[in-house]
Protein backbone atom coordinates (compact mmCIF):
# COMPACT_ATOMS: atom_id res chain seq x y z
CA UNK A 1 0.00 0.00 0.00
CA UNK A 2 1.10 3.29 -0.80
CA UNK A 3 1.50 6.16 1.63
CA UNK A 4 -1.80 8.26 -0.18
CA UNK A 5 -3.86 5.28 -0.44
CA UNK A 6 -3.10 5.07 3.39
CA UNK A 7 -4.05 8.39 3.71
CA UNK A 8 -7.38 7.42 1.52
CA UNK A 9 -7.94 4.71 4.10
CA UNK A 10 -6.97 6.58 7.29
CA UNK A 11 -9.22 9.32 6.26
CA UNK A 12 -12.45 7.68 5.47
CA UNK A 13 -12.16 5.17 8.65
CA UNK A 14 -11.96 8.25 10.91
CA UNK A 15 -14.63 9.97 9.44
CA UNK A 16 -16.76 6.56 9.88
CA UNK A 17 -15.77 5.53 12.74
CA UNK A 18 -16.49 9.02 14.29
CA UNK A 19 -19.93 9.19 12.51
CA UNK A 20 -20.74 5.62 14.17
CA UNK A 21 -19.51 7.12 17.35
CA UNK A 22 -22.20 9.88 17.44
CA UNK A 23 -25.02 7.46 16.09
CA UNK A 24 -24.45 5.22 19.20
CA UNK A 25 -23.39 7.12 22.24
CA UNK A 26 -27.03 7.55 23.26
CA UNK A 27 -28.44 4.69 23.23
CA UNK A 28 -31.79 4.22 21.53
CA UNK A 29 -34.42 0.66 22.18
CA UNK A 30 -37.29 -0.16 20.71
CA UNK A 31 -38.92 -2.47 23.16
CA UNK A 32 -35.32 -4.80 23.22
CA UNK A 33 -34.35 -3.99 20.01
CA UNK A 34 -31.20 -1.67 19.87
CA UNK A 35 -31.70 0.74 17.31
CA UNK A 36 -28.68 2.52 16.97
CA UNK A 37 -26.17 -0.49 15.87
CA UNK A 38 -29.27 -1.09 13.22
CA UNK A 39 -29.40 2.42 11.90
CA UNK A 40 -25.78 2.86 11.39
CA UNK A 41 -25.13 -0.84 9.34
CA UNK A 42 -28.70 0.05 7.12
CA UNK A 43 -26.72 3.58 6.69
CA UNK A 44 -23.28 2.01 5.53
CA UNK A 45 -25.32 -0.02 2.88
CA UNK A 46 -27.37 2.50 1.83
CA UNK A 47 -23.89 4.56 1.55
CA UNK A 48 -22.31 1.58 -0.19
CA UNK A 49 -24.49 1.25 -2.56
CA UNK A 50 -24.80 4.80 -3.82
CA UNK A 51 -21.01 4.38 -3.59
CA UNK A 52 -20.87 1.33 -5.91
CA UNK A 53 -22.70 3.17 -8.54
CA UNK A 54 -20.89 5.96 -9.00
CA UNK A 55 -17.23 4.60 -8.57
CA UNK A 56 -18.58 2.53 -11.71
CA UNK A 57 -20.08 5.03 -13.16
CA UNK A 58 -17.24 7.65 -13.11
CA UNK A 59 -14.56 4.81 -13.15
CA UNK A 60 -12.93 6.15 -9.97
CA UNK A 61 -9.58 5.43 -8.59
CA UNK A 62 -8.81 2.70 -6.67
CA UNK A 63 -7.84 5.28 -3.69
CA UNK A 64 -11.42 6.62 -3.55
CA UNK A 65 -12.89 3.22 -2.80
CA UNK A 66 -10.25 2.89 0.16
CA UNK A 67 -11.90 5.79 1.24
CA UNK A 68 -15.39 5.33 0.98
CA UNK A 69 -15.92 1.31 0.42
CA UNK A 70 -13.30 0.43 2.98
CA UNK A 71 -12.50 3.14 5.30
CA UNK A 72 -15.79 5.26 5.74
CA UNK A 73 -18.35 2.53 5.23
CA UNK A 74 -16.28 -0.01 6.83
CA UNK A 75 -15.72 1.50 9.69
CA UNK A 76 -19.34 3.09 10.21
CA UNK A 77 -21.23 -0.47 10.00
CA UNK A 78 -20.55 -2.67 13.18
CA UNK A 79 -20.77 -6.12 12.56
CA UNK A 80 -19.15 -6.83 15.87
CA UNK A 81 -21.55 -4.42 17.88
CA UNK A 82 -24.46 -6.17 15.88
CA UNK A 83 -23.11 -9.90 17.34
CA UNK A 84 -23.15 -9.06 20.68
CA UNK A 85 -26.51 -6.94 20.60
CA UNK A 86 -27.83 -9.81 19.15
CA UNK A 87 -26.08 -12.53 21.67
CA UNK A 88 -27.09 -10.23 24.90
CA UNK A 89 -30.80 -10.54 23.22
CA UNK A 90 -30.39 -14.56 23.52
CA UNK A 91 -28.80 -14.48 26.48
CA UNK A 92 -31.61 -12.36 28.19
CA UNK A 93 -33.92 -15.01 26.34
CA UNK A 94 -35.42 -12.71 24.15
CA UNK A 95 -36.29 -14.47 21.62
CA UNK A 96 -38.71 -12.63 19.40
CA UNK A 97 -36.36 -9.27 19.68
CA UNK A 98 -32.89 -11.77 18.83
CA UNK A 99 -34.62 -12.89 15.26
CA UNK A 100 -36.04 -9.52 14.74
CA UNK A 101 -32.74 -7.74 15.35
CA UNK A 102 -31.09 -10.68 13.00
CA UNK A 103 -33.89 -10.05 9.77
CA UNK A 104 -33.72 -6.25 10.52
CA UNK A 105 -29.93 -6.08 10.23
CA UNK A 106 -29.48 -8.39 7.47
CA UNK A 107 -32.73 -7.75 5.43
CA UNK A 108 -32.82 -3.72 5.66
CA UNK A 109 -29.27 -3.20 5.14
CA UNK A 110 -29.34 -5.62 1.91
CA UNK A 111 -32.63 -3.65 0.85
CA UNK A 112 -30.92 -0.07 1.82
CA UNK A 113 -27.55 -1.29 -0.48
CA UNK A 114 -29.83 -2.13 -3.51
CA UNK A 115 -31.58 1.25 -2.69
CA UNK A 116 -28.93 3.49 -2.89
CA UNK A 117 -27.67 1.96 -5.89
CA UNK A 118 -30.97 2.12 -8.02
CA UNK A 119 -31.27 5.66 -6.41
CA UNK A 120 -28.11 6.71 -7.45
CA UNK A 121 -28.79 4.94 -11.07
CA UNK A 122 -32.16 6.86 -11.40
CA UNK A 123 -30.59 10.23 -11.03
CA UNK A 124 -27.36 8.95 -13.65
CA UNK A 125 -29.24 7.59 -16.10
CA UNK A 126 -32.73 9.64 -15.58
Not at 20 to 41: A, D, G, M, Q
Not at 77 to 90: E, W
Not at 94 to 118: D, E
Request: charged residues 10%; aromatic residues 12%.
Amino acid sequence: MKGLEFIFLAGGSVLGAFLRYKIIESPLLFNTIPLNVLIVNVLGAFILGMFVIFSEQWNLDTKYALFGAVGFCGSLTTMSSFALDSSNLLDNHHYVGFTINILANVGLSIAALIGGKSLINVIING
